[in-house]
């Protein structure tokens, strides 16, 4: 009998993440694991079901006839546990990825997933069918079956072995089986891209379970922080690291691509690449807990793209994880797209565009590693110099903005302001280092920038800054203001612009980017912003707000998923929309976790 097909497509919600430091896998309530890149997070994709059940590829592991699914992670962990319920049986599956650190020796778990499958109660028939699709569904693959051991998938575009503790048999380019367990019985599986398929053994397995937890509970254990919202900031913490690339230490944006930002909508992006921008975020959210380590190494990535920046240019607004330039943007027209939402991209336009407020998010970032970590070395200090020359001569020209608008540019407030974070953070590390500057040129480059804002971008009869000079249309990103301690929280002019945000871009604890209307180069709108409701948040925080904030922050967390997790986006009823996990969102809640846990408990800081 072959395992059973089916080509229907988990919500966005439904999944768990997990990974081993060099990329990652969605795990759905169903058993399924439907996207999966190999051997990185930009890899082309071996399982990509999420972006079309019938050409994808998926690997299904799960109870046939169960009623109900849950899903948690093992106690701090990145081990993620399905739970099929039936009236008379249960069926656990744990999956995990073994962490494959930079610089390990031992190589033969490198990229390894394993799936190890026990019958809690009573008599469980298991669906088992591995079918890779190689390259996006692009390549055709063959499957062969090694009697007692496994299967090997191969195709032009690699291989991937899959190691088993019950027989296989082929069924089209799948490997499948269908046993039968009873109470207390427990089989696994192992997929991975190198080794033979030898028989998998149960101990081996058992040790790679206790290795893997074992890691991710040491390394949460580093957190200092002990507020009240201390099971959401670890969850949060622990998705971020699945979303740093061990090797180089670049944090990817999310590990999917082309999830859509509305459904049947053309808002589908890949976010499997590093932005320059997260890096302040980074850098704050790490080292607030305590992750030292993982601030420097990022530190490290950037001072890197800043060295790598030929004279004269800017940095780019984002970058692979090994921080080569991102492969050109392309349509993949053979996959359906996430519920019909298509185009399927693969690659990130927005890599060319011109982003000026990328310069003050790098400059932040500097700033703080400076102050609460190591101080940054002379030849990076040249190099953010340079930058800060091309910014000084550009930072007034249009741009597409902190939103990676594909309508006209513009010259966007955010940009402007973010152009002030710049000079102004570089102004303070050079006198607090006393390090060579042209400290008169940086304090006229902020204050004109500082200028343009006030004079500007304020408009009086909205009473509220706006997105851009000679704008009507208020911008989140405004909320930012006293975050980057370009006005004080409680400014006249910022608690107007707060106030008219919740007017217009507010809907209970959810925020809008922006009004759409077109002017972005869409027509179609778009759900919440994730990262815009914890700005929110957080300013309500800083402006005094705390009722407000801690409401507004708890009802954000009911939209996480089951397990802790958001993608970009949160739609119309609530479901969620873009890219997951988004770091962005995660580390704008442990920004916005903290500060509102230390003004309600003064007596933390």
Known sequence: MAGTRHTGQAAIEDHGVIGDLHTAALVSTDGDIDWLCLPRFDSPSVFAALLDGERGGRFTVRAVGAARTKQMYLPDSNVLLTRFLGEHAVLEVVDFMVPHAHGSADHRSAHQLVRKVRAVRGRVEVDIRCEPAFDYGRV??????????????????????????????????????????????????????????????????????????????????????????????????????????????????????????????????????????????????????????????????????????????????????????????????????????????????????????????????????????????????????????????????????????????????????????????????????????????????ADRAYLQVQEQAWNPSLQAYVQYPGSTTLDAGALVMPLVKFTGPQDPRFLATLDRIERELVTDSLVQRYRTDGSDGFEEGEGTFNLCSFWYVEALTRAGRLEQARQTFEKMLTYANHLGLYAEEIGPSGEALGNVPQAFTHLALISAAVNLDRALAPERR
Not at 327 to 352: D, F, K, M, T
Not at 404 to 432: C, D, K
């Open 140 to 445: 055709r693959g063959e499957v062969d079956v090694v009697e007692g051991s496994g299967a090997f998938f191969s195709s032009a575009a690699g291989r991937l072995v899959l190691r088993s503790t019950v027989p296989l048999w082929a069924d089209g380019a799948a490997a499948v089986a269908r046993p039968t367990l009873h109470e207390g019985e427990t089989i696994a599986l192992s997929l991975s891209r190198q080794g033979s398929p030898r028989p998998l053994d149960l101990v081996e397995v058992e040790a790679l379970l206790e290795a893997t937890t074992s890691f991710w509970q040491d390394w949460i254990r580093q957190s200092r922080y002990r507020g009240r919202y201390r099971e959401m900031v670890e969850r949060s913490a622990l998705t971020l690291k699945l979303l740093v690339h061990q090797p180089t230490g670049a944090l990817v944006a999310a590990a999917t691509t082309s999830l859509p930002e509305a459904l049947g909508g053309t808002r589908n992006w890949d976010y499997r690449y590093t932005w320059v921008r997260d890096a302040a975020f980074t850098v704050y959210g790490l080292m607030a807990l305590g992750f030292t380590e993982e601030a420097q190494a990022f530190t490290t990535w950037l001072e890197a793209r800043c060295l790598d920046a030929p004279p004269g240019e800017s940095l780019q607004v984002l970058y692979a994880v090994d921080g080569e330039p991102s492969p050109p943007e392309q349509e993949l027209g053979h996959l359906a797209g996430y519920r019909g939402s298509r185009p399927v991209r693969i690659g990130n336009g927005a890599a060319n565009q011109r982003q000026l407020d990328i310069h003050g998010e790098l400059m932040d970032s500097v700033y703080l590693f400076n102050k609460h970590g190591q101080p940054i070395s002379y030849t990076l200090w040249v190099a953010l110099c340079r930058q800060l020359d091309w910014l000084e001569k550009h930072w007034d020209e249009p741009d597409c903005g902190v939103w990676e608008v594909r309508g006209p540019m513009r010259r966007f407030t955010y940009s402007t302001l973010m152009t002030w974070v710049a000079f102004e953070r570089a102004e303070r590390i050079a006198r607090q280092r006393g390090l060579p500057a042209p400290l008169a040129r940086w304090r006229d480059a």
